[in-house]
């Protein structure tokens, strides 16, 4: 199974993050957004992976969430990554994005330990809102012109989610959830 591990956001986020998409929709000469079922924070991308992978995934994010309490983020600007011709990701930046990125540390850290590959590239904590997009003005511009400042969410489990193709659409299910400590 095609697996990667990941926040979800919040119904108010993604209702936020969808009106965001249809603003965005009228300076956009092409591209294939995000479906709002399919928005969310990727922590780690694993590819294709087995049963037994899943297990050893399991018990190590098991063995990292009783090291961490949920905690608070929110949105912050729009930005993306290049591609050859186009914009090949357009995203939304997560600001307070500290224990976030504390967090990713320590799944690359514990998940490398059981045989998992480290990510090469920085992480960049960010919700993918479309892909390959052609805009008819420039990624400073449309930045400018929207100022996320969104409620703050929590993120308060981890989640495995798996990846397929269905009706040539792109579908997410959630594999397992671990929920990080309450700040109780």
């Known amino acids: 199974m095609r697996a990667f591990l990941a926040v979800k956001l919040s119904e108010n ?3 936020d993050v969808k009106k965001l998409q249809e603003e965005l929709k009228k300076y956009t000469i092409k591209g294939r957004w995000t479906n709002e079922d399919n928005l969310h924070i990727t922590l780690k ?11 050893e995934i399991r018990k190590t994010i098991d063995d990292i969430s009783v090291n961490f309490k949920s905690f608070y983020i929110r949105l912050n600007k729009i930005g993306c990554f290049k ?5 090949r990701v ?5 600001k307070n994005d500290n224990n976030l990125i504390l967090l990713h540390d320590a799944i690359e850290t514990e998940l490398s330990k059981v ?15 479309a892909r390959d997009i052609i805009l008819k003005k420039s990624i400073e511009e449309i930045s400018n012109l929207y100022k996320l400042d969104s409620d703050y969410f929590e993120v308060s489990n981890i989640y495995l989610m798996e ?12 594999i397992f959830e671990v929920p990080l400590k309450t700040n109780k």
């Open 90 to 94: 357009l995203w939304i930046d997560v």
């Open 45 to 55: 991308f694993f590819g294709e992976i087995n049963e037994k992978q899943v297990s």
């Open 83 to 87: 591609g050859k011709d186009s914009i």
């Open 115 to 129: 045989g998992f590959k480290k990510d090469d590239r920085k992480f960049k904590a960010h919700i993918t809102v």
């Open 163 to 174: 990846s397929k193709l269905e009706n040539n659409r792109r579908v997410y299910k959630s």
């Open 13 to 15: 986020i993604i209702n």
